[in-house]
């Protein structure tokens, strides 16, 4: 028998998707890789990544390095990568200040990566949604850029490219942990769910924000669970890391603390299932 096919799935979560970072290091460790990964919005980012041949490792020392502090970060993107305000902010409108897409994923994603979907090392689905028909999007092919861009697009916050002339919005939209599109021919199937889910509310009265984020959450948490009542993963994984805001991208190493025993946890649900196998 040859070596286990393992399909993985990486959820989005904004900042929570750091966590993916040490779950692909228990594939690293193992000495494993995976057949497949498929992933929505941060895990869209991250899988890209990992796809294209980064090394868990790797990704963990660049976000300590680029995500340390607010000022490492500024000067990585306006000093290093040579980047203006006006090259990743939009003004759309008065009252609408966007982030671009592309230009965010251009500077996350380093530049010796290859360019297209299906050049990378691990085959690969990104997971989007596309707005205009209502629906589900399933990119495996082209720009990586673009898709990942798509994916990540947070209605009123991201502004994402139009795909083949529709636009397109985060993939959590549809499905947050798009585990049912690496599950085909696999013998394991791994999902990670970086949701979170709403902060205990400090006030008796939350803001309009606090209750807008918090409803998002709950309908992603609740499609993830219908998903999963049906054809549910072989290994699901829910790092601890809810205590984290999704726009906590200053807190790397925090949140790689926090998903310490959810590695263990994966690796040793992992091994189990290998060893089974083998």
């Given at each position: 028998?040859?070596?286990?096919?393992?399909?993985?799935?990486?959820?989005?979560?904004?900042?929570?998707?750091?966590?993916?970072?040490?779950?692909?290091?228990?594939?690293?460790?193992?000495?494993?890789?995976?057949?497949?990964?498929?992933?929505?919005?941060?895990?869209?980012?991250?899988?890209?990544?990992?796809?294209?041949?980064?090394?868990?490792?790797?990704?963990?020392?660049?976000?300590?390095?680029?995500?340390?502090?607010?000022?490492?970060?500024?000067?990585?993107?306006?000093?290093?990568?040579?980047?203006?305000?006006?090259?990743?902010?939009?003004?759309?409108?008065?009252?609408?200040?966007?982030?671009?897409?592309?230009?965010?994923?251009?500077?996350?994603?380093?530049?010796?990566?290859?360019?297209n979907i299906e050049e990378t090392k691990i085959p690969l689905r990104i997971i989007a949604t596309d707005f205009e028909r209502m629906e589900?999007?399933?990119?495996?092919?082209?720009?990586?850029?673009?898709?990942?861009?798509?994916?990540?697009?947070?209605?009123?916050?991201?502004?994402?490219?139009?795909?083949?002339?529709?636009?397109?919005?985060?993939?959590?939209?549809?499905?947050?942990?798009?585990?049912?599109?690496?599950?085909?021919?696999?013998?394991?199937?791994?999902?990670?769910?970086?949701?979170?889910?709403?902060?205990?509310?400090?006030?008796?009265?939350?803001?309009?924000?606090?209750?807008?984020?918090?409803?998002?959450?709950?309908?992603?948490?609740?499609?993830?669970?219908?998903?999963?009542?049906?054809?549910?993963?072989?290994?699901?994984?829910?790092?601890?890391?809810?205590?984290?805001?999704?726009?906590?991208?200053?807190?790397?190493?925090?949140?790689?603390?926090?998903?310490?025993?959810?590695?263990?946890?994966?690796?040793?649900?992992?091994?189990?299932?290998?060893?089974?196998?083998?």
């Amino acid at each position: 028998m040859g070596e286990p096919k393992i399909g993985l799935a990486l959820g989005g979560g904004g900042a929570r998707g750091l966590a993916h970072i040490p779950m692909l290091e228990v594939f690293d460790e193992l000495g494993v890789k995976p057949a497949i990964i498929a992933g929505c919005s941060m895990g869209a980012l991250i899988g890209a990544a990992y796809a294209c041949g980064m090394t868990a490792r790797d990704m963990r020392l660049q976000s300590e390095k680029i995500l340390g502090n607010r000022m490492g970060a500024a000067r990585y993107v306006f000093g290093t990568r040579g980047s203006k305000i006006g090259d990743i902010f939009s003004l759309r409108g008065l009252l609408s200040l966007h982030l671009h897409g592309e230009k965010l994923v251009d500077l996350a994603l380093p530049d010796s990566l290859v360019q297209n979907i299906e050049e990378t090392k691990i085959p690969l689905r990104i997971i989007a949604t596309d707005f205009e028909r209502m629906e589900e999007r399933v990119l495996s092919q082209g720009s990586i850029v673009k898709a990942v861009a798509a994916s990540i697009a947070i209605p009123g916050l991201i502004v994402g490219p139009r795909i083949e002339g529709h636009i397109h919005v985060d993939g959590g939209v549809t499905n947050p942990v798009p585990f049912n599109h690496v599950r085909e021919g696999m013998d394991i199937v791994v999902a990670i769910d970086v949701t979170g889910k709403p902060k205990a509310l400090a006030r008796a009265h939350p803001s309009n924000m606090e209750l807008a984020v918090g409803s998002i959450l709950i309908m992603f948490n609740q499609m993830a669970e219908l998903r999963r009542a049906v054809a549910p993963p072989d290994i699901y994984i829910r790092p601890e890391v809810d205590s984290f805001g999704s726009g906590e991208f200053f807190k790397p190493r925090e949140i790689f603390e926090a998903a310490t025993a959810s590695k263990d946890k994966l690796k040793r649900a992992l091994e189990l299932r290998l060893n089974r196998i083998a």
